[in-house]
């Protein structure tokens, strides 16, 4: 399963991208929406939501089963990808592109430095 | 904990792509692909299915069809050779002990279809019933395969690979014939609301005929199909699941099922006289199928509250509608409960009354 390597990971299977103005956008990883099979729904939080590194951010919802997505890092949504709202399965079959999720002005830039880095999560998922 | 079942199917769906989950006891493909795709593959072309686990039972001798009859509530006696009939099996009190088909090879020759999960108990039951019954029983779950060919193709992809005239076979009929070279139980029953055809065969012959149908179905675009779209085609199509819409402790009029309690057949059956006592008093609690507008899919468990708040039911089933796209699902309900509403993470949504089937199916004939 592709992990790029342009992204930071955190153990819950969130990817974090810094963008060059240096806001964040978060989503799932690959392997997260492959263990999840077909995601009907994603449940986002409000714009300029304050959410600390690990607090729960929203759902994702498959036929299976509805769990919960973490804040990789901590900041403040800045933007939300309201596509999502019509076509949740996006993040099925682009989940690291046009399924991304939010969009976090961080708090600091030591949040995504704790998070694993692609070759790391790539072990953690074996 | 025992080790999961297999299907004779196991090493084609694992060369397919599935992915296995424990169902009943079985490792069975709950999808090949995805759920929501599979869903659709059906509804619109065909869609097959490796359905081995579920359990087939043989009632033979020369009280098997007036044995059959006191056994479950439909009526059996109506049954003549290539007629295949729904039933519910109840216990004396009225609850379910499965839901069941039953089809009939000859006078004296039924083989009684029974959901994956209940054979043991089912077996156990229906034997215990039989004393004083001039018939056989046999357990023969592990002589057949069941595969379903599911979809508005169906028809089209069988018959290429048999001589049998598919054309002749009515809906809820069956008929011994040869499909790609192996001896099968062709009949014409399903769990999706299409049209559609069902192959009992030998184990042994299970891989080879789906390959046969799957190289068959390629120019009309049939695909393997797991039991997540199992699950939601029978929900779309209004169709009861043992454990969720009847149960032990829902009787088949709660489920809607009434058309299947012939409570006036002269034989009478297991159940009778507590089914003819919920009829005339009402039911406490029935079954009512839902849509919501929404796409957040209401979970089995969660429970139904009225206009003021009071909890007055349970979700039973509920899946996103791959046509719809919204949530559809069932609860049971107490009876006169107004206006219906689950909570769903702190939102509130409305439980909208639906008489299923939630999609439009072909005619049955």
């Given at each position: 399963?592709p ?21 964040v956008l ?27 590194a ?5 759902v ?6 509805a ?14 990808n ?5 076509a ?9 592109g ?12 030591a949040?995504l430095?704790a ?12 | 904990?025992?080790?999961l ?22 490792e069975m ?15 619109q ?18 009280d098997a ?14 049954l003549?050779?290539?007629?295949v ?6 216990q ?22 029974v ?29 057949f395969a ?31 014939g ?21 192959l ?15 190289a ?7 695909e ?17 699941l ?22 006036d057949?002269?034989?009478g ?49 509920g899946?996103?509608?791959p ?25 509130a ?17």
């Amino acid at each position: 399963m592709p992990v790029p390597s342009d992204c930071k990971y955190a153990k819950s299977h969130e990817w974090a991208k810094r963008l060059p103005d240096g806001a964040v956008l978060v989503g799932i990883t690959d392997y997260a929406q492959h263990s999840l099979g077909d995601i009907t729904y994603v449940q986002l939080p409000q714009v300029g939501a304050v959410l600390a590194a690990g607090e729960s951010f929203g759902v994702v919802e498959s036929v299976k089963a509805a769990s919960d997505l973490y804040a990789p890092v901590a900041g403040t949504v800045v933007e939300v990808n309201e596509a999502l709202n019509a076509a949740p399965e996006t993040v099925n079959t682009d989940p690291q592109g046009g399924g991304w999720m939010l969009k976090l002005q961080p708090a600091d830039l030591a949040g995504l430095d704790a998070l694993l880095s692609a070759d790391a999560y790539q072990t953690l998922i074996g | 904990m025992p080790a999961l079942k297999r299907t004779p199917l196991f090493a084609f769906n694992q060369q397919h792509g599935a992915r296995f989950v424990d169902f009943g006891g079985w490792e069975m493909p709950v999808q090949y692909r995805s759920i929501l795709e599979e869903h659709r593959v059906v509804r619109q072309r065909a869609g097959l299915f490796d359905v081995s686990h579920m359990g087939e039972v043989e009632v033979t001798g020369p009280d098997a069809s007036r044995f059959l009859d006191h056994l479950v509530t439909n009526d059996v006696a109506k049954l003549f050779p290539g007629r295949v009939l729904y039933s519910a099996m109840c216990q004396p009190d009225g609850g379910v002990v499965d839901d069941l088909i039953i089809y009939c090879r000859g006078a004296q020759d039924f083989l009684v279809c029974v959901n994956a999960s209940n054979t043991e108990k089912d077996v156990a039951w229906i034997l215990q019933q039989a004393a004083g019954f001039n018939c056989t029983v046999r357990n023969l779950s592990d002589d057949f395969a069941l595969l379903a060919l599911q979809g508005p193709a169906s028809a089209a992809i069988l018959q290429a690979l048999t001589s049998f005239d598919l054309g002749a076979l009515k809906y809820y009929h069956c008929a011994a014939g040869t499909v790609a070279g192996a001896e099968c139980l062709i009949a014409r029953t399903g769990y999706t609301g299409e049209n559609g055809y069902e192959l009992f065969c030998r184990p042994a012959d299970a891989e080879p005929l789906a390959v046969a149908l799957l190289a068959a179905g390629q120019p009309h675009g049939l695909e393997l199909a797991g039991l997540g779209a199992r699950d939601s085609l029978r929900l779309e199509a209004g169709y009861p699941l043992y454990g969720h819409e009847i149960s032990a402790t829902i009787t088949p009029l709660q489920a809607g099922l009434g058309w299947v309690v012939k409570l006036d057949k002269p034989a009478g059956f297991i159940g009778r006289d507590a089914l003819r006592a919920q009829q005339a008093a009402g039911v406490p609690s029935r079954i009512v199928f839902f849509r919501t507008g929404d796409r957040r899919i209401i979970r089995a468990g969660t429970p139904v509250v009225d206009a003021a708040g009071a909890v007055v039911g349970e979700v039973k089933s509920g899946t996103l509608s791959p046509v719809l796209n919204e949530a559809i699902g069932s609860a049971l309900v107490q009876t006169g409960a107004g206006e219906l509403s689950v909570d769903v993470r702190g939102t509130a949504i409305k439980l909208i009354p639906v008489r299923p089937p939630f999609v439009p199916l072909p005619p049955k004939s």
